[in-house]
């Protein structure tokens, strides 16, 4: 069956950076765009960023554009989140997930969680002010 596993989250103060990593298995990882989602306490998860399944483009959600950076590992069979410039307000529960659809070519649906179908239990990062 399809797995994710993140990993990497924890406490920082403002201004620090994480890394975060999402391994997964079951499916052929690089024929899928990877997402990273986030939640936070009484919130609904929101769109972080997306990588399509080629790596060549990458998505942002306007407030972590410029501080976070998605990227990917094919031979890992890895997604990874690079945060810096952590903010308090980037406090939450961070997911990752797969697309539903292989080789996916539509762009409106990626900031959606219902464009994806396989997620991870989740990793939580706690920023510090």
């Known amino acids: 069956q399809v797995q994710l596993v993140e990993s990497g989250g924890g406490l920082v103060q403002a201004g620090g950076s994480l890394r975060l990593s999402c391994a997964t298995s079951?499916?052929?990882?690089?024929?899928?765009?990877m997402g990273w989602f986030r939640q936070a306490p009484g919130n609904k998860r929101e769109f972080v960023a997306a990588i399509n399944w080629s790596g060549r483009t990458t998505y942002y959600a306007d407030s972590v554009k410029g501080r976070f950076t998605i990227s990917r590992d094919d031979a890992r069979n890895t997604v990874y989140l690079q945060m810096n410039g952590l903010k308090p307000e980037d406090t939450a529960v961070y997911y990752c997930a797969t697309d539903s659809i292989p080789f996916s070519t539509v762009v409106a649906n990626l900031r959606s969680v219902t464009e994806y179908d396989y997620w991870g239990q989740g990793t939580q990062v706690t920023v510090s002010s």
């Open positions: 079951g499916r052929t990882f690089n024929r899928y765009t």
